[in-house]
């Protein structure tokens, strides 16, 4: 752990004396905090430093284990180190093949394309393009909306309250997060449009009404000669919100924000960095709803742990001149053989349906939770992307019943769930919900662990909290 400050390793050695030697790792924690820069996020949640990593276990230099519900932000579907993924490293290392080529054809991309269109809804692979691009998925969504923006001539994109979608130009613009963007000058045409969100309803009413509300605002917006919406070029939307508090879009609206952009001719972008290959209980979360997007913008999970982001869409886009958008490690041979034998194992193996079973047991035993622990406010997601909003039980409900957020009980949570041997990060609006996306290959055994360090954590933090309001 990070030491407090005044500790004797933050202390000047006097003259003449040598330094203690530091714990395991702690010079290693120390360099990190005079070198890096002030923007390093994980490294600040987490003071660990890790050595080992197998599944969904990660030591760390003090040897200390723990349990990964991070995953990489959900880039680990098969968890660290998984025998297929490092199999198809040292085959292709092995194997003399290039490791950097641009966009060059090789083997391995073909290999990986193929492995990906196998994986898509069959109405959107079958007349579908590919486009690779930087290595993160930031990159992916600026592709995407300079694509829709070459081939439809329009300006504008439409995104939503919550979303989260990178942090380059235009994907910043489309994120909703202000804090992120409010020291930075705008960039690019957004129009915010409200994400249902049961819980914290933008309208007031919650459930099936929010979300009906959502959709009728939408449509008579972009109608409304006075509404101040130009034609857009694109709607990019999250099928299941991440950063922006595991919050899953109803199938029925997902429905309509396609008949919405279909009768309009406006391209839907389905951001599925995050909640792709297996992760909501489907191959692509997109595939709950039935709907058929114009493109998806694909990275994390399918490089396998490497880097890798692609841009996926309906062959009539495909609009650009030659260099329109290129990168220079657009070509990663590794992450392209590890990405294809993650794809392949993950279909073969059932991981989704698989992530759907034990992630409904998760939900089902948090939420019946709720009635002894009462900072737990909300319990939601799908499949294997869990959030558990926290919340101040003595706090005045609004007018939809939800209490309001506590973000300093969850950071209480999260340091409770380190001390447990338990890595979670948080999300959302307040940065008040519990974010779990464990590795799809998480065993029972270890579903039950992160449930009862959990259940744990929340109830010694909790009753701190108590403890210090009534000192």
Request: aromatic content about 4%; charged content about 20%; some cysteine.
């Amino acid at each position: 752990m990070t030491p407090a400050v005044g500790t004797p390793l933050d202390r000047p050695v006097p003259p003449g004396r040598s330094a203690p030697p530091l714990p395991a790792g702690e010079a290693v924690l120390r360099r990190q905090r005079a070198r890096e820069s002030s923007a390093r996020t994980y490294a600040r949640s987490f003071p660990i430093v890790p050595v080992r990593a197998q599944g969904m276990t990660v030591e760390g230099a003090d040897g200390r284990r723990y349990l990964d519900c991070l995953s990489g932000a959900g880039t680990l579907a098969l968890g660290h180190n998984h025998p297929v993924v490092l199999e198809a490293v040292r085959r292709t290392l092995d194997s003399g093949a290039p490791l950097h080529v641009l966009d060059l054809a090789t083997a391995e991309k073909d290999d990986f394309t193929t492995a990906l269109f196998e994986t898509l809804p069959p109405a959107f692979a079958d007349r579908a393009r590919i486009h690779f691009c930087g290595p993160a998925g930031t990159d992916a969504v600026e592709a995407a909306l300079k694509l829709m923006q070459t081939a439809t001539g329009r300006r504008g994109v439409l995104a939503f309250t919550g979303a989260y979608h990178g942090m380059t130009a235009w994907a910043l613009a489309a994120t909703g997060n202000t804090a992120v963007k409010e020291p930075l000058p705008s960039c690019g045409e957004v129009t915010r449009l409200p994400y249902p969100y049961s819980y914290r309803c933008p309208f007031g009413v919650g459930g099936e009404r929010g979300a009906e509300l959502s959709a009728v605002y939408t449509e008579r917006l972009l109608d409304d000669p006075g509404g101040g919406v130009t034609a857009p070029a694109a709607m990019i939307v999250e099928a299941v919100q991440g950063e922006g508090g595991t919050v899953p879009a109803p199938d029925a609206w997902l429905r309509e924000m396609r008949r919405i952009t279909a009768e309009r001719s406006v391209p839907l972008v389905l951001d599925e960095v995050q909640t792709g290959v297996g992760r909501t209980g489907a191959m692509w979360a997109v595939e709950h709803s039935g709907v058929v997007p114009d493109a998806m913008v694909l990275s994390k999970a399918i490089g396998g742990s490497l880097p890798l982001a692609v841009v996926v869409y309906r062959e009539e886009y495909d609009g650009w001149l030659p260099g329109a958008h290129t990168g220079t490690f657009r070509g990663n041979t590794l992450a392209m053989a590890a990405g294809a034998a993650t794809l392949r194992f993950v279909a073969a193996e059932g991981l989704a349906r698989r992530a759907a079973e034990v992630g409904a047991r998760m939900a089902a035993r948090l939420t019946a939770l709720r009635a002894e622990l009462p900072a737990i406010g909300d319990v939601r997601g799908r499949g294997l992307m869990i959030g558990v909003e926290l919340v101040d039980p003595e706090g005045v409900p609004d007018r939809c019943g939800a209490l309001p957020p506590a973000p300093a009980l969850a950071v209480r949570v999260r340091a409770a769930c380190l001390a447990r041997g338990l890595i979670v990060e948080l999300g959302g609006r307040h940065d008040a919900v519990v974010r779990l996306l464990p590795p799809l290959t998480i065993t029972d055994g270890q579903a039950e662990a992160v449930l009862d360090r959990l259940a744990d954590a929340v109830a010694e933090a909790s009753a701190s909290a108590d403890s210090r309001e009534h000192a």
